[in-house]
């Protein structure tokens, strides 16, 4: 599990992100190296399935159907030429299975492993045992000849509505046009000359634009989906009956109500938190009491994922500092910076939610006695982590 990593991965992930490399992370268990076996993560399956490498879903059970691939494994300054194995045993419903051979010569329980794909090379790197920053400084000569990767350059769609941007910040601040949480949004995108409406497509010319407000920036979190659990494999089958086995009673609202973050990290106060179900490609939220834990609710990975794609394909994030009270009709804006986010890595969800960067938000209160009414089952994320999603970050000041 990552969570037993002896190295921050949202740290030592935003390095690889800067870098434009695509990669995915494991790490080893005591167990694990003693018996050369690894569990191949949701994370890791789709990594290898996105870049040709392997398919799991078609691979047979049994060691007769194991399938070895050249890998190069750096740890501790050495550079090892090796292989890595793909299987699933004929026992545990043939639950898949990696190995790096050789691996425990170098590695320890708890080292933190990126698998990490330079062209047609496969190399695992022990970021536990490695001068990250220098092995990934994209000006050395070790980094182009190791990786060869170079980001490259905005589309034309993005440079044109980057123009509009920085053409709209030359304004100094403009009062809301909507009063809300929602006028930032909305007077942005009045100003760009596109109209407000539902629809879940990117807003302009498949770029999504996300405003927020420069405090927001540091303290807020912001929505990156929503999507209401799959009912049908859940134990409880509806909002209703979530709100009233798990919410409570607030007497000045005279309701009950669920209103709370829940993350995978720990537990909440509500003592409600989320799991990943690797095997299954599930994510669960689940409720922990009496030294019991129960299922409560479960969403399928592959629609998460999806659902991420759906808003995320690329991305501008545009701050501003504003002026007046927080939603009052006089607010107003001045747009100053903006974050570009690129290609979308949908493959890193379940390592971000494992790590608690990216948590769920419930939204459930009683409408009247008997019914409820939810607001989204809300999928967040800190501002300052998006870059963690994305390929080819770029961040603009619009002065």
């Known amino acids: 599990m990552l969570s037993n990593s002896n190295l921050d991965i ?39 399935l996105t870049h ?20 190069i494994l750096l740890s501790n300054g050495h550079v090892k030429e090796t292989s890595i194995s793909f299987y699933r045993p004929e026992t545990k419903n043939g639950d898949p299975r990696i190995w790096i051979y050789k691996l425990a010569q170098d590695a320890e329980a708890g080292d933190l492993l990126a698998l990490v794909l330079s062209g047609k090379k496969l190399i695992a790197i022990n970021c536990s045992k490695t001068d990250l920053p220098t092995l990934l400084d994209k000006s050395s000569k070790n980094f182009k000849e190791l990786f060869g990767r170079h980001e490259g350059e905005p589309s034309g769609i993005a440079t044109e509505l980057l123009n509009k941007l920085r053409i709209i910040s030359k304004d100094g601040f403009i009062t809301t046009m909507r009063p809300g949480d929602t006028g930032i949004g909305f007077t942005l995108e009045t100003r760009l000359g596109l109209q407000a409406n539902s629809s879940k497509a990117p807003d302009y010319k498949g770029i999504e634009i996300k405003s927020a407000r420069g405090r927001t920036r540091k303290s807020g979190r912001t929505t990156i989906f929503s999507q209401v659990p799959n009912w ?17 009673y607030k007497e000045d609202k005279g309701r009950v109500q669920l209103f709370h973050s829940i993350s995978a990290v720990k537990p909440n106060s509500y003592h409600m938190g989320l799991a990943l179900d690797n095997n299954n490609e599930l994510l669960r939220q689940v409720h922990h009491g009496d030294g019991m834990r129960e299922n409560d609710v479960s969403w399928e990975m592959d629609t998460l994922k999806s659902r991420l794609r759906e808003k995320h394909t690329e991305s501008f994030f545009v701050y501003a500092e504003t002026r007046g009270k927080s939603g009052d009709q006089d607010e107003s804006f001045h747009y100053k910076s903006v ?40 999928f967040k994320i800190a501002p300052s982590d998006l870059d963690l999603l994305f390929f080819n970050i770029r961040e603009y000041d619009l002065i």
């Open 10 to 48: 949202p740290s030592t992930l935003r390095m690889y992100r800067y870098c434009g490399l695509s990669v995915t992370f494991l790490v080893p268990t005591k167990t694990g190296l003693e018996k050369s076996i690894m569990d191949a993560t949701s994370s890791v399956r789709e990594f290898l």
């Open 52 to 71: 040709g490498i392997h398919d799991f879903d078609t691979q047979q059970q049994g060691t007769e159907f194991k399938v070895l691939v050249p890998i």
């Open 232 to 248: 049908s494999i859940s134990r409880l089958k509806s909002s209703k009956e979530l709100l009233y086995e798990r919410g409570q």
């Open 339 to 378: 974050k570009h986010t690129g290609k979308l890595d949908a493959g890193v969800l379940p390592t971000l939610i494992e790590t608690g960067i990216v948590t769920v938000d419930y939204t459930i209160k009683e409408k009247s006695p008997g019914v409820a009414k939810d607001q989204g089952y809300l």
